[in-house]
């Protein structure tokens, strides 16, 4: 069965860092790209990021180029999200997603997600 | 950037009812669409993916059709466990978009 868990969320201030992790299992983590969608209290979901299975590529929202930074270690099947200059507007339960595995992009698998609150 | 546009943004009905959903994108996205639905406190399920695909273990009453900008998931008689908020989703382009949701509500 398909796991995710992500971690690292919290409580930080304006300008501050975090680090997200999401820990995989139950499938190949080598094999799939990976994803961060996050969701801003009572809003809609907003894609973040996404990684290739051996992280050739990789895209970012307009909203977090520059700040945030994607990476995966397919020998810990782990995913991670670095946050650096976070703002107010980046607080939001951040999931971490599994592709499906068809030739399609989308989202598959989710974590239950963890709350990122940016406040001073 | 394409902008998915969902309506309505309530829809109110009762158990056994049809519910029909609307996502247009703002150009031409092919077949390329999914439909999610999330429960207050639970991470977004897969339900249909390229338009008019049940995802694994989606009930048959979930229906998906559309292509091009014009996008419909229907569900045939709503069930207790389907009032949700739904949400769809394209993968034509980069970034990857999502509708700003319907929520389905019970009457």
């Known amino acids: 069965e398909v796991h995710l868990v992500e971690s690292g969320g919290g409580l930080v201030k304006p300008g501050g860092s975090l680090r997200l992790s999401c820990a995989a299992s139950?499938?190949?983590?080598?094999?799939?790209?990976m994803n961060w969608v996050r969701q801003a209290p009572g809003k809609g979901l907003e894609w973040v990021s996404s990684?290739?299975?051996?992280?050739?590529?990789?895209y970012y929202a307009d909203s977090v180029k520059g700040r945030f930074t994607i990476s995966r270690d397919n020998a810990k099947n782990s995913l991670y999200l670095q946050m650096n200059s976070l703002r107010a507007e980046d607080t939001a339960v951040y999931y971490c997603?599994?592709?499906?595995?068809?030739?399609?992009?989308?989202?598959?698998?989710w974590g239950q997600g963890t709350l990122v609150t940016v406040s001073s | 950037e394409t902008v998915l546009t969902q309506s309505p943004a309530t829809l109110s009905l009762s158990p056994g009812e049809k519910a029909t959903l609307s996502c247009r994108a703002s150009?031409?996205?092919?077949?390329?669409l999914a439909w999610y639905q999330q429960k207050p406190g639970q991470a977004p399920r897969l339900l249909i993916y390229?338009?008019?695909n049940r995802a694994t273990g989606i009930p048959g009453r979930f229906s998906g059709s559309g292509s091009g900008t014009d996008f419909t998931l229907t569900i045939s008689s709503l069930e207790p466990e389907d009032f949700a908020i739904y949400y769809c989703q394209q993968r034509n382009n980069w970034p990857l978009t999502f509708g700003g949701g319907t929520k389905v509500e019970i009457k």
């Open positions: 390229d338009a008019s």
């Open positions: 150009q031409s996205i092919n077949s390329y």
């Open positions: 990684i290739s299975s051996s992280s050739s590529y990789i």
């Open positions: 997603a599994r592709k499906t595995s068809t030739s399609g992009y989308y989202l598959a698998y």
């Open positions: 139950g499938f190949t983590f080598s094999t799939y790209s």
